[in-house]
């Protein structure tokens, strides 16, 4: 090889270099999505690396994220305690933001869940909760509540059930669909059409304890927990009866999320407050473990295959990653600033 040639082939080589890191790595068909408060980021995670592929920027005040049920978009809450009212949308295939849905008077949303093909959300300032479809970029349909600080949200597979606790009024919302068929016309009157049925809704408030936030459904549907920060307790409440059933004195003061394994054998609770994660048997209600992790922690997702739980450690900018079989700390995950919602998104 002449000179010119071999210098030629150097500046390639070296030109390869300098390029390469600038392109983000595709996202993988599963991917881990990190909510970063102070940075106001999504950062989506390479759950097998534990790498950040890209980080996002969502706006204001992020707090809760949820994925498509394509994984291909995300959606996420900018909350500021009823300061903001937006959910920024981001392009998890291209790795982007996508323009923000404005909720117009429907402020402070907070949580979010993705079910028949559609964003559901509550919006504490407003008392609602509500659904935006992103097909006719519009919000569809809302509900009041009519309790304070109706913060988190679950909505069932076939969209007949929705759950919400209300952190301020101390109390769960049990909602259910119903179908109504109104009255006929009065004796002598004009029959006109045949009434038509209609949707609607019928809600059952549960008092629980005080600063009820974090709760999951069990994976039979049958019972719900719900981690109540000021008391330091859980409530176990029989969904079909609508009604507690059992109060566990947990020590969880501070209590932020609680999530079910997803064998419903274990059931996880953070805290803010406390340094260590609360790990209790689903069957005999006691605590069986307490996981230290830092200085507090937020948000939790469970890998869907059971084998690995991730937890927002908000006070040391680092995501821990649990191992469900030795319930021992096996990583960390860089997430940036005080991370907080997590999401997990698989492409279909």
Known sequence: MNMKAAIAATLVLLSASVTAPLYAQETPKEALLILAKKDQTLAIVDPASLKVLKRVPVGHDPHEVIASTDGKTAYVSNYGFGQWNTLAVVDLTGQKPMPSIDLGPLRGPHGLDFVGGKTWFTAEAAKVIGRYDPATNKVDWVLGTGQNRTHMIWVAPD????????????????????IVNPPGPPPGANPGPPPTPRTDWNETVIPVGRGDEGFDVSPDGKELWVANALDGTVSIIDID???????????VTGANRLKFTPDGKLVFISSLRNPDITVIDAATRKVVKRIPVGHGAAGIIMQPDGARVFVSCSPDDYVAVIDLKSLQV??????????DGLAWAVQR
Do not use: F, M, Y
């Open 159 to 178: 969209e007949e059930r929705i759950i919400t606790t209300n952190v301020s009024s101390a109390t769960v919302s049990i909602i259910d669909k119903v």
């Open 241 to 251: 009866a609508k009604k507690v059933t059992q109060t566990l004195d947990a020590n």
């Open 330 to 339: 096996t990583g960390h995950i860089d997430a940036g600033h005080e991370p």
